[in-house]
């Protein structure tokens, strides 16, 4: 029950947001919008209000925003300006992009959530590992130790400390720590990194401190824009053979979903960010079907001076969404099959 709620919670906002992108910027440059709809399938409620009617469907595994014009054969809505393929090509491509865009939003605000509830990541001076054969390690310093002073000066930040190792390349120094309770004082040679300065060869632990929202919302900007280049880094690598293809599909999402609901809340918003983060750049994909094929198909208008036979553009990406229905269920079987061979195989002890 724990996984299917959740699993909702997390389709749920990332649809809306994805959705909510295309919607607004479409209200924003004058398109009529005829349905915003979360789901597919028969409507479960419906809210009419203006022009749009606002839907919610039985099947929670997607959503799609209705827009006058888009249709090649309605022509209506295409006379007074309020269609879609009677806007500029610059307007059309801010309403297909608003999607994916709203997806990383999304990842920073739920990053950025996290961020201000549980506290800002923050390096420590307590030491979490020691490079075995470097100075720290050879002096006798200590994973757990905390370091409390350099030279009789105290240090209260991670930063302060690394910076004033960082002055001292090759030099005997004096570091002081805390040990169970106890100060301890050891002599250290500091080396020389490539960059020519101090280095003692230890890693601090991770603490969490308070921060404020504009911290918060950096942060969370941060770390979106670096799971990003994490992500398209692992496609190139998958796609030039480098690393192994591993994709999943509905099945694992919602078994990974279960399994952070139960770890717990937080970690629950940073998956979900992980995952708005993989859809927005899925959705930015030129494949048929998806937003970024759509985005190429205006670029291509914008170049040749006149639009793409609608007729057969739709063609093209239904073409593409019956290939990406089949690749999600072959995706889907695989993820069964390993489910279920999980679950038979005994875990080694």
């Known amino acids: 029950m724990l996984t299917f709620v959740a699993s909702i919670f997390v389709f749920g906002i990332l649809i809306f947001f994805h959705e909510l992108g295309?919607?607004?910027?479409?209200?924003?440059?004058?398109?009529?919008?005829?349905?915003?709809?979360?789901?597919?399938?028969?409507?479960?409620?419906?809210?009419?209000?203006?022009?749009?009617?606002?839907?919610?469907?039985?099947?929670p595994l997607g959503g799609f925003v209705r827009m006058a014009g888009m249709d090649p054969n309605e022509k209506d809505e295409e006379d007074d300006g309020r269609g879609f393929n009677s806007k500029t090509v610059g307007q059309r491509i801010a309403v297909i992009f608003a999607g994916p865009l709203m997806n990383f939003l999304l990842a920073v605000l739920l990053?950025?959530?996290?961020?201000?509830?549980?506290?800002?990541?923050?390096?420590?001076?307590?030491?979490?590992?020691?490079?075995?054969?470097?100075?720290?390690?050879?002096?006798?310093?200590?994973?757990?130790?905390?370091?409390?002073?350099?030279d009789g000066q105290p240090v209260d930040s991670w930063e302060?400390?690394?910076?004033?190792?960082?002055?001292?390349?090759e030099q005997e120094i004096e570091v002081t720590v805390l040990r169970d309770g106890v100060e301890k004082s050891f002599r250290v040679f500091t080396a020389r990194d490539e960059n020519n300065t101090g280095k003692l060869g230890i890693?601090?632990?991770?603490?969490?401190?308070?921060?404020?929202?504009?911290q918060a919302l950096?942060?969370?900007?941060?770390?979106?824009?670096?799971?990003?280049?994490?992500?398209?880094?692992?496609?190139?690598?998958?796609?030039?053979?480098q690393t192994p293809a591993d994709v999943g599909g509905p099945v694992r999402v919602v078994s990974e979903i279960g399994k952070?609901?139960?770890?717990?809340?937080?970690?629950?918003?940073?998956?979900?960010?992980?995952?708005?983060?993989?859809?927005?750049?899925?959705?930015?994909?030129?494949?048929?079907?998806?937003?970024?094929?759509?985005?190429?198909?205006?670029?291509?208008e914008k170049v040749r001076g006149r639009p793409v036979?609608?007729?057969?553009?739709?063609?093209?990406?239904?073409?593409?969404?019956?290939l990406l229905l089949l690749l999600i269920v072959v995706i889907t079987y695989n993820d069964i099959l390993q489910v279920f061979l999980s679950e038979r195989i005994p875990s080694q002890r």
């Open 160 to 169: 302060e400390l690394s910076g004033t190792i960082s002055q001292k390349p």
């Open 22 to 59: 295309h919607f607004a910027v479409a209200k924003f440059v004058g398109i009529k919008v005829h349905e915003f709809s979360l789901g597919f399938g028969p409507k479960l409620l419906t809210l009419p209000k203006g022009d749009t009617s606002y839907n919610l469907r039985i099947l």
């Open 218 to 241: 950096a942060l969370g900007a941060d770390y979106t824009a670096r799971i990003t280049w994490m992500i398209l880094d692992f496609v190139a690598k998958m796609i030039l053979g």
């Open 309 to 322: 036979d609608p007729v057969k553009e739709n063609f093209i990406h239904l073409i593409g969404f019956g």
């Open 203 to 214: 890693y601090p632990e991770q603490g969490l401190s308070k921060g404020n929202l504009f």
């Open 111 to 150: 990053f950025s959530t996290i961020f201000i509830f549980q506290g800002i990541p923050v390096a420590t001076t307590v030491i979490s590992e020691v490079i075995p054969d470097f100075p720290a390690a050879k002096s006798g310093i200590m994973a757990g130790d905390r370091i409390l002073a350099v």
């Open 260 to 300: 952070a609901a139960q770890v717990g809340f937080f970690f629950l918003l940073q998956l979900s960010a992980f995952l708005s983060i993989n859809l927005g750049l899925f959705n930015l994909f030129p494949i048929p079907a998806l937003d970024g094929s759509r985005i190429l198909f205006l670029f291509w």
